[in-house]
């Protein structure tokens, strides 16, 4: 997609596609602050705690830039990547990771926001509970050597593209919670605090979830928005009533409970499941929630309502979002066209049209086969 007029956009002009909890591909069944819990509660724990099947370096290959890595420290002493248990390899693991790929690419940028479960602005205990400031720069000292020199100064990432191809040809942004005691101020990383937008969001299908993205599409078109990173959540979180249906399912109990137990989860949805559909792990949930989500997507690009940056559940190798085995919805191309509209207002070459053309015909993705998701029926647009 060859056009001059990207060169002059910066990260902070343009809308990235990113991964929620992007580590939790990798999880262990060990908590990462409880890690002498019983095996059984780890387990429970992780089947609603993964978001992701890819790699990081197969997350990058689709077309994902922006990186959302939780950490936390382990009571061994070892920081590890997070979503309530921990990844099998130590955090900087995967930073290594992300810095090979890096070694291998030209002319791409991440943003990475570095926590311990997405709060962009609890610090001290309240982020990293039981860690000593000391422990939390040591870390942040070993994050930045990891990287090998691929982390860029912060006040960098309003540069346009081709400045920073100047400065280096490929390079990651960090936005840092706990920015004070995590990084002791570094200029390296941003003040998640100070420069995030990270309200609302989520992505259980609701009527009140879209009307809160509705009023957040208004915001982001407000002449007043503010000079913040607007990052847009698509992510879909277990319910306690999913929770309680797959205990019920995995456990010994009389079938009356169980029968309860999965009619509960089902009403929770809010949505015509008549079969009593309930989500048996957080990878199936998303998929569930990915459907309903391709339509708020598109919204946000109809109405070029576009945040600084997407995270979603579930990626595919094409840069989709999966919602089912078979299917999945073109993320990544409807990311790129609302890029491709932030530089085409006097006209885009030929090459971008057709690129925008050929995307816009992915975005029709009909309900999964019925039977895969257990459903009797095809739910219908929950607001159309």
Partial sequence: MADSRFGDLSLWRMTLPGSHDTLSYDLSDELTELPSAPPAVGNIVRTFAVTQSLSITDQLDAGIRFLDFRVMRSPDG???????????????????????WLDASDGEYLVVFLSRHGAECLKGEDQYPHVAIADKQDF?????SAARGHI???RHITSSLSSLRATRRSGMFVLAS?????????SMALDACAWLNNTGGGGRPSRWQYSDDRLYMKDLLSPERSGKYYLRSMASAASREEVLAHI???????TRWRSIADSDCARAYGLPVPSGYCAPDLSSLGKFCNYYNRRVLIDYLNLGAHPNAFYVDMVTVDGGLQVSDADEFDFYGLVMVMNINSVCTEGCSAELLRFAAARKGNWTVAWPN?????????PPELWA
Avoid: K
């Fill in 78 to 100: 070892g920081w590890y990547g997070t979503h309530t248990v921990r990844t099998r390899r130590p955090a900087l693991d995967y930073l290594a990771e992300i810095a090979r």
């Fill in 140 to 144: 942040w000292a070993q994050f930045e």
């Fill in 152 to 154: 860029m100064q912060a």
């Fill in 178 to 186: 706990d920015h004070e005691e995590m990084t002791g101020n570094s």
């Fill in 248 to 254: 019920a399912s995995e456990s010994w109990v009389p």
């Fill in 370 to 378: 019925s039977s895969e998701l257990g459903l009797t029926s095809i």
